[in-house]
Each structure stands twice: as structure tokens, then as C-alpha cells.
């Protein structure tokens, strides 16, 4: 009986709306938020269109979920603003061949359009409950070429670098330096960098000749890197 009526319930108009009305947010979102503030990147957007940024967010935030900014997911810890999201992932030039190092899996929602983009993310949370939470909806979502690990992001994920980029979704003092190394040459890796809680540079650190060169992108903010002692 309970099953008929789920049954019943995925294929009534009033479920199949509600999905389209998704569909339809984010592309409202891509042309009123993204779009005119400047992503150009086709992958990029496609990649915005296609992942559910609700699913990645409390059930009670889901009509708020294709507005751009940041929402909390619990934890103290935010889920990026879609325009940030989208800026950072233009940033790095993805390559449907790249191995993109992640640091902040937060809810995952990142690393889930890196992933339509790129052929792997590898991406580290430090939070246990963020960790468990975001692996096991990647997994039921079915982006299977994303790989996670509860972790210090500080020290990178050297078995399996080095990386294409690196992306960092958390404000660290400084750039990291095990990330600087996992970084391959002629790579690119997008961190905001700065005291937390206050506004941060965004800063864009390319590797070039085993040299290092930074630029600040943008100011944003960030919730803080934290560490986690060993
Ligand atoms: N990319 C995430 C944003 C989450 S906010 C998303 O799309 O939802 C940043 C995340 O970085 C938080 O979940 C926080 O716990 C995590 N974080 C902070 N310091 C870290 C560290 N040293 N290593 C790994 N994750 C860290």
C-alpha cells in the first residue's frame, strides 16, 4: 500500500511540477545571477543548470536554494553562493581530462559540478558529519567519479596528486604549502586567503618553471580553514 502510494505520488502532476520548478529556478538563476555577472564558461553553466543545488541543502531552505547566496548546511559552515560557485570553477580553466583537488567538501555541492566538468574530484572535509553526510548524497545522486575523505585539507591528498587544480572553499591564513607541491606544473589552484571573518582576497596561485605567482581575483568571505591536530 505504502508503495502504491509512492508510486502514486512520483507520478502526480502536482511532484513532477515542483521538479520542473527547479528546473526552471536555476535557469532563472544562470540568467538573472550568473550570466550577467559575467561567467561565460559553457561547461560552467551547464553544469549549474544540471545539479540540484536544492538536494544539497536542508529540506526547509529548498525554495531558497536558487537565489544567489549562501546558505547554512549546519556545523557553522555555509554552502557557497551559486555565483562564487561558478566564478571559481571558470577560474581554473576545467578540462573535461583534469584531476581537480577539492579542500572543503562542506555539502558537496562544489565538488558535484566540478564533477560534471572534470574527469575526477578528489575533495576533504574536516567536519565528521559533513563528511559522512555529503559522501553518502554524492553517492545516491550517482556522481561516482568524485572521491572523499574525512581529513586536514592543510596537507592535501598526496597519493593522488598531483593535480590539475585546486580548488579551496575555506579562508586559510595562507596558502598551504603540501598544496603549493600537489599543484602540477602549469597548474592552477583558486583559495581565498585572509583573516577570517573578515573580508579575504581571492587569490588565483598558478605554478609556472616550479615558481609560484598569486593575484587577488576578488574580495570574498569565507567561513574559516580550520585544523585539526593530529
Ligand atoms: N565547497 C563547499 C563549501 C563549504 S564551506 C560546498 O560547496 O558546500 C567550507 C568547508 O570547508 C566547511 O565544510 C569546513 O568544514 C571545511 N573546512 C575548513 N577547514 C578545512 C580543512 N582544513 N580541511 C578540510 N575541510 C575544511
Redesign the pocket.
Known amino acids: 500500500m505504502a508503495r502504491l502510494f509512492i508510486v502514486f505520488l512520483l507520478f502526480s502532476p502536482l511532484f513532477l511540477s515542483s521538479q520542473n520548478d527547479y528546473l526552471e529556478a536555476r535557469e532563472r538563476m544562470i540568467a538573472d545571477d550568473i550570466k550577467p555577472r559575467g561567467v561565460k564558461d559553457k561547461a560552467t553553466l551547464n553544469a549549474l543548470n544540471e545539479v540540484p543545488r536544492h538536494l544539497?541543502v536542508p529540506q526547509e531552505l529548498w525554495s531558497q536554494a536558487y537565489r544567489d547566496g549562501p546558505l547554512p548546511?549546519g556545523?557553522g559552515?555555509?554552502?557557497?553562493q551559486p555565483y562564487i560557485?561558478a566564478f571559481m570553477t571558470e577560474a581554473i580553466k576545467p578540462e573535461s581530462d583534469f584531476k581537480v583537488l577539492?579542500?572543503?567538501?562542506?555539502?558537496?555541492?562544489?565538488?558535484a559540478i566540478l564533477s560534471r566538468i572534470v574527469d575526477s574530484v578528489y575533495t576533504?572535509?574536516?567536519?565528521d558529519e559533513?563528511y559522512s553526510r555529503s559522501k553518502k548524497q554524492l553517492k545516491e545522486l550517482g556522481y561516482n567519479n568524485i572521491m572523499t575523505k574525512s581529513?586536514?585539507?592543510?596537507f592535501g591528498w598526496e597519493e593522488k596528486g598531483p593535480f590539475d587544480a585546486i580548488v579551496v572553499?575555506?579562508a586559510a591564513e595562507f596558502v598551504p604549502p603540501p598544496l603549493i607541491d600537489q599543484l602540477k606544473e602549469g597548474g592552477r589552484m583558486i583559495i581565498p586567503v585572509g583573516t577570517p571573518f573578515a573580508t579575504q582576497q581571492l587569490l588565483m596561485v598558478t605554478k609556472k618553471g616550479g615558481k609560484t605567482k598569486s593575484r587577488n581575483l576578488m574580495f570574498v568571505r569565507?567561513?574559516?580553514?580550520?585544523?585539526?591536530s593530529e
Open positions: 544539497f548546511i556545523y559552515q555555509t554552502i557557497s560557485v577539492e579542500i572543503g567538501t562542506g555539502s558537496g555541492y562544489q565538488a576533504i572535509e574536516i567536519i559533513l581529513a586536514d585539507g592543510y572553499t575555506a569565507f567561513v574559516p580553514f580550520t585544523r585539526r
